[in-house]
């Protein structure tokens, strides 16, 4: 392909990119800033009292959006339980927010992995998700003690990045 060909694909694909974007309700790019305080939230869990941001103040929290029907959160759902596990006593809480799922899935997944999360909220609306720019399963969160998003990652991680971002938000 000549250069001209080059730079007519770069602005079809430049024009297809603006095209999907203005598709894309302005609250899904509404995502967590780096740097920036986590919006607060307080969902129903499978059983007993709501899970909030705001029970986890001045603890590191890795905030993990999941669904049972996401391959993606299927594989990491392993090394999320170990890395909580390993993390705990530094006082990091991990909390599973089970996006849009079918009743009773979240519990299921729980089982299913041996508790990864050490808390579980249900977003059957959908409404916390779309604060945290839940556009597509998973979606990673990493706030530090003083509620400060450290770390925001849409899509899967592997264990060493996951790892990572659990350090920088336990610093």
């Not at 709501?50 to 049972?68: E, I, Q, R, T």
């Not at 299927?74 to 006082?91: D, F, M, Q, T, V």
Request: hydrophobic letters at 45%.
């Amino acid at each position: 392909m000549d250069s001209a060909g080059v730079l007519q694909n770069v602005r079809f694909s430049a024009a297809a990119t603006a095209f999907a974007l203005a598709l894309v309700p302005a609250a899904a790019l509404a995502v967590p800033r780096v740097g920036q305080p986590a919006p607060a939230f307080s969902l129903p869990a499978p059983a007993g009292k709501p899970v909030s941001l705001d029970g986890f103040k001045g603890k590191a929290v890795y905030v993990n959006f999941f669904a049972s029907w996401c391959g993606p959160c299927n594989a990491e759902a392993p090394s999320i339980g170990k890395l909580r596990a390993k993390y705990a006593k530094a006082g990091l809480q991990v909390v599973g927010i089970d996006e849009l799922d079918a009743p009773g899935q979240a519990a299921a997944f729980q089982k299913k992995y041996d508790d990864p999360y050490g808390a579980v909220a249900i977003d059957q609306s959908g409404e916390v998700g779309k604060r945290y720019g839940a556009i597509a399963m998973p979606v990673h969160v990493f706030i530090d003690r003083r509620g400060v998003v450290k770390t925001y990652r849409i899509g899967e991680m592997d264990p060493g990045q996951i790892e990572t971002a659990i350090k920088d938000a336990l610093k």
